[in-house]
């Protein structure tokens, strides 16, 4: 079993601490692109899904929370930037820094090979994924794994996962 996590807020990979450093000394705030958007949870429901999936689960399954509509990281910044008191473009600047190698603008919770089934639980849903690949073929990849170099072994994964686009060194 697994979950999919949206961004959990308050978490050391949010970029809710991030945007209040970056308010604290004065800005510019960073953004990657004015586009992108995420889902957010809080610390409780992330550990809530996990806790929830271990029951509601038998294996295989992907469980996500109900998170409601995606949000515009600009418009978060935007917010945090005048519940601080200041005025956005006066006195702190938003910066767009560019999509990282990989980076996309918005989440997908669901892939196209997956089907949604609801749960006992009226927020969590559950995927299970069709398999578009053999076991041997991933059985081969894995005796080769050490003897092939990075940029090879993402060729190959992207073989067995077409939708992966990999940063080649």
């Given amino acids: 079993m697994a979950v999919r996590f949206g961004n959990v807020l308050g978490s050391s990979g949010s970029v809710i601490p991030i ?6 000394n004065g800005g510019p705030v960073t953004v990657t692109h004015p586009d ?5 949870m809080t610390i409780p429901e992330a550990v809530g ?3 929830q999936s271990s029951v509601l689960g038998k294996g295989g399954e992907i469980f996500v929370l109900d998170m409601g509509q995606p949000v515009k ?20 600047e938003i910066s767009f ?8 603008l918005y989440e997908e919770l669901r892939h196209s090979t997956e089907t949604h ?4 639980h009226p927020r969590i849903m559950r995927f299970t994924a069709e398999v578009m690949f ?7 990849l894995e005796h ?10 993402k060729k190959r994964l992207q073989r067995l996962v077409p939708e992966y686009t990999p940063f080649l060194d």
């Fill in 19 to 24: 945007f209040k450093r970056q308010i604290a």
């Fill in 97 to 104: 820094t560019g999509l990282k190698p990989g980076e996309k």
């Fill in 117 to 120: 089934q609801s749960t006992a």
């Fill in 134 to 140: 053999s076991e041997s073929a991933v059985e081969e």
């Fill in 144 to 153: 080769q794994l050490h003897e092939m170099e990075t940029n090879e072994l």
């Fill in 49 to 51: 899904l996990v806790l």
């Fill in 73 to 92: 990281i600009v418009d978060l910044a935007r917010q945090m930037i005048q519940l601080s008191g200041f005025k956005v473009g006066d006195d702190i």
């Fill in 36 to 40: 992108v958007t995420r889902y957010f």
